[in-house]
C-alpha cells in the first residue's frame, strides 16, 4: 500500500523568510496530493492541493510542486507570517482509495 | 460557511466501556470518514462510508469498531470496548464527490477521547 514520508519533522524559520515541506510517496498510482494546516487543537483544514498531470499550483504565499518520476512533491510558503504556524500534513491518494497522510512537520515562523 | 460538526469534544472513559462519537456531516455530502490522530502522531483512515455501508476500512477498525448513520444527519462511530490504545483525537470528514481526484475532505473539530 502507499507510505508517505515528510520531512522535516520540525521547522522554524524567520518571519518573512520561505519555509519548504518535502513528501514522498511509494505508489505510482497515487494521482491526488492535498496538503492541511493544522493549528494546535483545531482540526485539519486544506490548503492547495495538485494532481498528478500538474506540475505545479500557487495560491497566493503558497506553492506545491510534484515530481512524479522521483515520487515526491514539495510544498513551498513564502513571505512566512506568524499566523503560518501549525502542523503541515501531506497526503497521498491513489485513484479511488483514500487517504494516506505523512506524519507531519511542525512550522513555528518566529517574530 | 456549512462546517462538519462532533459532539463531545472530550470524552472521558474506563477502559472496556463502550462509547460513541457523534458526527454531523455537511448536509448535501454524501461520503463520510473517520480518521484517529494520537497525539503527536499522524492523522490515520479509520473507515468510508457510502449510501448506508462501509466502502472501506483500514486494519485499524477492528471488530470493536462501527459505524452508522442512524438518521439523515448523524453519522456514528462506536467503540464497543475500549483500551487504552483507543485515546486519540477521532475526526470525522465529509465530501460530496468520494474518493475521486480532487476531492475536497472537511473535517470536523474532533473528538478526544481519553480511555483510562
Known amino acids: 500500500g502507499e507510505n508517505v514520508e515528510q520531512h522535516p519533522s520540525t521547522l522554524s524559520v524567520q518571519e518573512g523568510d520561505s519555509a519548504v515541506i518535502k513528501c514522498t510517496y511509494s505508489?505510482?498510482?497515487?494521482?491526488?496530493f492535498p496538503w492541511y494546516k493544522q493549528e494546535l487543537g483545531k482540526r485539519p483544514q486544506l490548503i492547495i492541493d495538485i494532481r498528478s498531470n500538474v506540475g505545479e499550483k500557487k495560491d497566493q504565499r503558497i506553492a506545491v510542486t510534484l515530481n512524479k518520476t522521483a515520487k515526491h512533491f514539495s510544498l513551498h510558503i513564502t513571505e512566512t507570517q506568524p499566523e503560518d504556524s501549525a502542523v503541515y500534513f501531506c497526503a497521498a491518494r491513489p485513484w479511488g482509495q483514500n487517504f494516506v497522510f505523512g506524519p507531519g512537520t511542525r512550522l513555528s515562523v518566529l517574530p | 460557511e456549512p462546517e462538519v460538526t462532533q459532539t463531545p469534544s472530550h470524552q472521558v472513559t474506563q477502559m472496556g466501556q463502550e462509547v460513541i462519537l457523534r458526527c454531523v456531516p455537511i448536509s448535501n455530502h454524501l461520503y463520510f470518514y473517520w480518521y484517529r490522530q494520537i497525539l503527536g502522531q499522524k492523522v490515520e483512515f479509520l473507515v468510508s462510508f457510502y449510501n448506508n455501508e462501509i466502502s472501506e476500512k483500514s486494519e485499524i477498525f477492528d471488530d470493536q469498531f462501527s459505524v452508522e448513520r442512524p438518521d439523515g444527519s448523524n453519522f456514528t462511530l462506536k467503540i464497543r470496548s475500549t483500551k487504552l490504545e483507543d485515546s486519540a483525537m477521532y475526526f470525522c470528514?465529509?465530501?460530496?464527490?468520494?474518493?475521486?481526484?480532487?476531492?475536497?475532505?472537511?473535517f470536523g473539530p474532533g473528538t478526544r477521547l481519553l480511555v483510562l
Open positions: 505508489d505510482s498510482a497515487s494521482n491526488y
Open positions: 470528514a465529509s465530501s460530496n464527490s468520494g474518493p475521486t481526484v480532487g476531492e475536497t475532505q472537511y
